[in-house]
Structures are given as structure tokens and as C-alpha cells.
């Protein structure tokens, strides 16, 4: 069973920056695209970011571009999402995913096959 950690999550100010981890195992990292996607109570979880397999192609969230930057290691088979300017907006709970079809690029949940259990990201203003 593939398994997704997600690290990093804590409470920041207006403005401030976090940087969220997640660490796979059981799965080759060269057979998932890997992505973040954030949940508020109530409501659907929301794309963020994706990265490919090779980490030669991203795409994000419209909310996002310009102050999230999303990354992987494949040799360590771990990935990050860097959150630069960050407002109360985006408090959630993040969680990492993958998409085992590497050839795709997916920016639905229903894409994505596995998660993280997440991590929260707090914004107070």
C-alpha cells in the first residue's frame, strides 16, 4: 500500500511562509506525478499543485501562482510545497497525493489514488 506523510503544517502569520513535506513510500517515484490539495470543513478539496514524475513540469491552483512553488527529490522520493505570502485564505488542511498515471496532468482529487492523512495550515491576519 502506498503511503504519503505530510509534515510541515503549523500556524503563521499574514505574510509569512511555510514549507510543507511529503514523504512516499512504497511506490517507485518515477511512476507518479505527485500533488497538494487543501480542504476547508465543508467543502471539496481543492488543487493546488502538481509536479510530474521527472519534476520537469508543474502546474497550480489559480489562487496559488506566484507565491506557492511545489518541488520533489526522486532519488528520496520526496516532495514540497513552498508557501511564500501566505493569507488567512489559505488555511486548510493540506494533503499530498499521487497519480499513478504519470502521463497525465491531473488537477482533480479524483484523479489521485492516494493520499496523506494531511497536515494543517493555519494564517491568522
Not at 511562509?17 to 465543508?42: D, E, I
Not at 489562487?63 to 516532495?79: A, C, L, M, P
Not at 505570502?85 to 492516494?114: F, K, M, N, Q
Amino acid at each position: 500500500q502506498v503511503q504519503l506523510v505530510e509534515s510541515g503544517g503549523g500556524l503563521v502569520q499574514s505574510g509569512g511562509s511555510l514549507r510543507l513535506s511529503c514523504a512516499a513510500s512504497l511506490v517507485n517515484a518515477r511512476t507518479y506525478t505527485m500533488g497538494w490539495f487543501r480542504q476547508v470543513p465543508g467543502k471539496e478539496r481543492v488543487f493546488v499543485a502538481a509536479i510530474s514524475w521527472n519534476g520537469g513540469s508543474t502546474w497550480y491552483g489559480d489562487s496559488v501562482k506566484g507565491r506557492f512553488t511545489i518541488g520533489r527529490d526522486i532519488t528520496k522520493n520526496t516532495g514540497y510545497l513552498q508557501m511564500n505570502s501566505l493569507e488567512p485564505e489559505d488555511t486548510a488542511v493540506y494533503y499530498c497525493a499521487a497519480d499513478i498515471h504519470p502521463w497525465r496532468e491531473g488537477s482533480t482529487a479524483s484523479d489521485y489514488a492516494y493520499w496523506g492523512r494531511g497536515t494543517q495550515v493555519t494564517v491568522s491576519s
